[in-house]
Each structure stands twice: as structure tokens, then as C-alpha cells.
């Protein structure tokens, strides 16, 4: 049964009244053990109340996740709206199976991909436990190393936005233009900026940081790791440990990072890092371009070498866009 | 023959150049006197411009007037700002009870004003989606969610059955609000927590699980509806009884001030940049 919500709930779909009505629906629905879509289209509904009361407030009357997600469908939720709701569930500590990630993603959002690994029980016989799907304790989207080579592997043969095909005279110029636009498709779905990454953006990055090269020759004690040149601190920020990001973190280690695909993948999120931290310094929406110059430490820099760098990646940017 | 003299004592309030959310004492001091004094004139020579939140304030002194029976004569108007603003006040039409909300809707292509009565009226939604609908999306998700948050309010806690609900764009500026003329939130919350003075009734309200409800208990309050729009550059003025604060979110400033003039009533009243 589709439950439009602007027509049952016309005049008030704000107050806590209203809230408890879309419980009652819910709840009864999972008792009788029919399936309900509760369908969002042409509404804003802005309300920190209705999610509580409606939704996040079936933790009281014991209704377990799984249950919601087996008979309650939520379709067309304006991209603000659930973020009220992400809050207000989190706050009750009801993480729903809706907020289930990306269709790619191995395991729902509250749990991470932990790959198939030995184990030794106390009486010495070693045994292989399967791939599987463990907890976080916050609940938060974690994605591992593990699991973006299995996204990779999976779905990247599919990917409708590709980065242009110029290869800007690089060897490998064209070898990751699925990868890149694979994680600019999967990190524009998840983090939703106002303006989507385009892929030709990351092509350039990486002519410029590694010239496609996986293990890039650096000057002695040159830090800066793989394709996308990602600094060892920049991989711990990314992790739950780091103390950076809030959600969506990407757990992995220096050695990790070397792999091409994982590299791109914790390098695209870092630029959406640096897009938050860029539109906060300057108090208005930056541009893409303005955020690869961050990433590349040119924003205030004034030496030659900055504005050297500048030009090459302003020059590849142009060439792709010819 | 001897002549009685009668001495009537009538009082004039001098109302500010620019009518608003601030300077607030002249209005509150007028709001006080209207249930003491039967004629109080109200002088208008200074004033220049009133903006959004002073459409609503101008609203309420207009039914608080009739409500408290106090004639107030308004002198020395600028013809200007009569023409600018068609409000209900500045006609002359007698009214001996209060008038229907809808009379004082006002609807401008930068401002409109809602008078609501009775329940959640989401009116507003309608005049946001007309006129603004070219604002920043996440700036007008925001503004959506203060004014359920403040509706809700107004509605569950206020017992004078009307609120009135602001909005406008003035000098790249958003101003909206929601202003009742009901039970003050201190003497809502006072029947639930304990605080030593109405400023810290009003900054126990903005905490987290904090809630005067009684029925379907365990609310959130407003904690969560400030915490996402702290982001946002701009202005928060909340008065309610005898507190108020200021809190500037640009330069992380709260001002707590004790009112020289209760306010039976909340209001709340926010400014971001555009």
C-alpha cells in the first residue's frame, strides 16, 4: 500500500500529533504484517517533531529495525528531511535499515565489511570465517579498504559519467577513468553536494599529482602516497579515529592506500572534506576548482611554485574540457 | 459657578526610527500600559521603516489594544509609510472585539506576514514556495524548520489560541519569526523545572530533552532545531516574560538581559545573511 503523506497528513505534517498518527499507521502495519510505502513526493517536511514522534519514537514500542525495514518502505525524502530524520533516529538510537547505504555497499549503514579471514579456536584447529558484515558501535558509515576493491570489482564496468577519454599525453592516461568515475558517481550519491564532482575534475588532479603513476617517484622523504598523492596524516583523518569527519569515514592504512582504486576512492572523499572546510573559510558555496587548488595547498599560497602548479592543472583542466 | 476640572492623564510613547527586533523597549513599555491606561497616544514622527518583525509587533499591539481596551491614537504618521504598509492598524475602521486573523495577513513580494489562530497552519509554506522560492534550498529548509519548531510551540503552550508568523527579505537580509501572545514560556517551564530567573528558563529551553510537554512526552525541543541552523550567519532575539537573549551565531555573543517591561507573551525572532 502506497501512503502518500501530503495527502493523508494535508493540513499538519509538523506537530507531534501528526507524528503519533504516522506511528499508529506504522505500527499497525507491522502487526498485520502488510507492507507499507510511505511516499514523501512534493513535500518538505522540516520538522524535528513528526520524525521523532512517527518514526524514531517505534523504539518504545519495541519494534526492532529489521521489522521496520521488512514492511516499511520510505520513498522520495527530500535530501534535508533526512537529515532531520538521520538525527532524531540516531538520537533514539533507532539506525534504520532505510538509511541502508548505497545500492553498491556490502553492508548497511552501522556496519562495516570485514573480509574472510582465519581464525584459531582455544583448542588449536584453524579455521577460515567468511566475509561478513560487522557492527560499528556508533552506528556510523564505515567503509573499509576491504569493501571498496569489492565496489570496484562489482560495479565499475557500469559507470555512466566518465572522466573524457583524453589521456593528456600519460601513458596510463585512460587507465582509471572507471575508477574515477565510479567513486565521483558513489561519493556525489552519498555526501549530495550542491553541485555534483564531475570525474574530469580528479582526471586532471592526478596528471597533475602522480601523472597516473600508482607509486609516483618523489624526492628523498617524499611522504605524499599513491595516485592521488595523499599524505599518511590525510589516510588517518579519514578513519573513525582520525577526528575529522563526523560520518562516511573510510578506514584504512598507509599500505592500503597505495592500491590505485582505493586510493582514488579515500582521495575523492577528502576533497568533499575539503569542500566543507573551504565553503565554512569562505562563507559561501566554493567551486570545484576552488577545492582541487585547497587540496593542492595553493589557496593563500603566493610562490612561484604554487602558481607554476597552478598553471599545469589549470592547463590539463582545459584540455579536458576541449 | 464653580468649574470642575478634571485632570486626565494620558500617556505618549514615542515609537523608534526603525521598528524591528531591536530597541524593543518603547513597544514592550506601550504593551505593558495598554491594560492600565484607557487612551495612550502613540507618536510615529520618528519612525522611518518597519521591518518584517515589526509588521508582527505592530499586529499585536493592535490586538492587544482591543483585547485590553485601551484607545490608542496614533499621531503624526508618515503618509508614506501608511501607503507602504496597508496594515490593519492604520485604518479606521472601529473594532469592539478582536478581528478576524485574516485581516492582518499582510503580502508583499519581500515580506508577508500570517496571523494564525487555532491550531498548525502551514500557510506559510504556500507564501514561501510563491515569492522566495529562488533562496538558498538549505536556507529556506532551515527557516521551515525553526517556524514548525516555533509553531509547535506557540500552538501547544501558548494558550492565546493566536500566533503570528513573519517573513521577509530586506537589505540581503532573511528576517522571520513567530510571536505569541500567550502563556509565557518561563511560566510554562516553571511548572516543570526549577531556575533561578526567567533568562535561565529561556536558555533551559534551548537544551537538549528539555520539554513542557505533557502529553507525548520525551520532545527534543528546540536543541536540535538550533544546533542545525548555528551554521547559518545571523541573529537570534528570544524574549519571553521578563528574559531575553540575544545570541549573534556569527561571533559566537549571547547577551542575557533581564526586560524592563514584561512581555506576557514569546517571541522569537531570527536575521541571516541571504
Known sequence: MNIKIKEIFQTDYISRQAGEKLRFMILKAIQEKKKIVLDFKDLIVASTSFFDEGIAKLVDEKVSVDEFGNFIEIINLNKNDKKVLDKVTDYRGFNLSFKQAHPWRLCPIGEHWVKEHPRSSSRGVSTVVDGHCRKNPKGKDVITAEELVEIANKHFQQ????PSTKSLKFEDGNKYDAVIGGWC????????????????????????????????????????IGIMQLMPETV????????ELKDHFVELDTKDAENPTINIAAGVRWLFRKYELLEYKLKRTPTWEEVLYDYKGFTGSKTELAKKSKLILDGFLKELKQ | MSCLRINIHMQTFSLPRVLGSERLDTVL???????????????????????????????ILFD???????????????????????????????????????????????????????????????????????????????????????????????TSERYYIYFGLEDDEVHFGVLDMGVSLPAKMEQKY??????????????EGISTRRQRVGGLGLFHTFHMIQGLMGKFVFISRDGQIRRYFSQRKVNRMKLKHRLNGTWVMFTFKN
Not at chain 2, 518584517?52 to 505592530?58: D, M, V, Y
Not at chain 2, 504618521?77 to 495577513?105: G, N
Open chain 1, 159 to 162: 559507470i555512466k559519467k566518465l
Open chain 2, 64 to 158: 492587544q489594544s482591543i483585547e485590553k481596551k485601551c484607545k490608542l491614537i496614533h499621531e503624526n504618521i508618515k503618509p508614506v509609510l501608511k501607503k507602504k504598509y496597508p496594515l490593519i492598524l492604520f485604518t479606521d475602521e472601529k473594532f469592539s472585539q478582536l478581528p478576524s486573523p485574516m485581516l492582518h495577513d499582510f503580502n508583499r513580494p519581500n515580506a508577508f506576514l500570517l496571523c494564525c489562530q487555532g491550531g498548525v497552519d502551514l500557510r506559510y509554506k504556500e507564501n514561501l514556495a510563491r515569492s522566495f522560492f529562488n533562496l538558498d534550498e538549505d536556507l529556506l529548509f532551515s527557516v521551515q524548520l525553526v517556524f514548525n519548531e516555533l509553531i509547535q510551540n506557540a500552538v501547544d503552550h501558548s
Open chain 1, 236 to 243: 588517518k583523518y579519514l578513519g573513525r579515529n582520525g577526528r
Open chain 1, 185 to 224: 558517481e558513489y561519493w556525489n550519491n552519498i555526501l549530495k553536494p550542491k553541485i555534483d564532482l564531475d570525474p574530469d575534475l580528479i582526471k586532471a588532479l592526478i596528471a597533475s599529482e602522480s601523472g597516473f603513476q600508482a607509486v609516483p617517484k618523489g624526492p628523498k622523504g617524499h611522504k605524499a
Open chain 2, 194 to 207: 526549577n531556575a533561578i530567573d526567567d533568562i535561565n528558563y529561556l536558555e533551559l529551553s534551548l537544551k
Open chain 2, 29 to 59: 513599555s506601550l504593551l505593558f500600559s495598554l491594560r492600565d491606561e484607557e487612551v495612550i497616544h502613540v507618536d510615529w514622527s520618528k519612525v522611518q521603516k518597519i521591518e518584517p518583525a515589526g509588521l508582527a509587533i505592530l499586529s
